[in-house]
Every structure is written in structure tokens, then in C-alpha cells.
């Protein structure tokens, strides 16, 4: 009688506690970690990372404007945005790097208008993303 009852408490703990998107084999745990998901792609985690790819460059493409400065010329330059997409499928700029201010700004509009999205996952659970896209002007 103990002994099943010791296996039928093992079973019950380990159904409690299982979570989607962690694996234990041995001594090893394993966490798996999946993209955020643009609005409007479904499939497979790797068709939704390829869709997500793919919506991102058609958003740069949709909203990309050369700066001009104060005499109405064109401003040539490189900038390099890194930004998370929170747990709540939010964009938040991290930083915007490059060496004029006009094409920073420019950089961190285009970024600031991705629409809300379904955030990545790590273990099951929303988690913060970190991607860092380069602009050449």
C-alpha cells in the first residue's frame, strides 16, 4: 500500500508541475524561448519567426523617410536601434546608436510604430525580447 502510494504521489507531482516548454532528461533542464508573433501569422514557430521577419522589413519599407536637415537636404548616415519587445507585446527602445541626431530620431519613429504584438515566450510564460535592426540613410 505505501508503495502505491508513494508512485501515485510521484505521478500527481510531476502533472502538477509540468510546464509547456521545458524539457528535464537527467540532470539537465532545458527551457525553450519563441519569438513574438506579428499580428496576422499563424502556423509553425518557424513560420511565424519567418512571417515575423518578413512583416518586419514590409513595416521598415511602409515607413521609411529620408530625414532632411534645416536647408531641406537630404541626410546620408548609418543608426542601429535595440529594442525589446515586452511581455505584453509592446515595443521599447532600448537605445538608438549613430552619429547624427536627425537620423536617430528617424530610426527610433520607424521602430516605436510597430504595432502591438503577442510576446515571446521562455518556459511557457511572456518574456522580453531583444532584437537590434540596422537603418542606412
Wanted: glycine share 8%.
Amino acid at each position: 500500500m505505501k508503495k502505491l502510494l508513494i508512485v501515485f504521489l510521484l505521478l500527481a507531482g510531476g502533472i502538477c508541475t509540468a510546464q509547456e516548454g521545458v524539457k528535464v532528461k537527467g540532470n539537465t533542464l532545458t527551457t525553450k524561448q519563441t519569438a513574438p508573433v506579428w499580428p496576422g501569422c499563424e502556423g509553425t514557430a518557424a513560420e511565424k519567426k519567418n512571417c515575423f521577419n518578413k512583416k518586419l522589413v514590409e513595416h521598415m519599407k511602409a515607413n521609411y523617410k529620408f530625414p532632411k536637415d534645416a536647408s531641406g537636404n537630404y541626410i546620408r548616415g548609418k543608426a542601429v536601434v535595440s529594442f525589446n519587445i515586452n511581455e505584453e507585446g509592446k515595443v521599447e527602445v532600448l537605445s538608438v546608436e549613430g552619429p547624427k541626431k536627425e537620423l536617430n530620431a528617424e530610426a527610433k519613429r520607424i521602430i516605436l510604430a510597430i504595432p502591438p504584438m503577442e510576446p515571446g515566450m521562455l518556459a511557457g510564460k511572456p518574456t522580453a525580447v531583444k532584437y537590434k535592426v540596422p537603418f542606412t540613410f
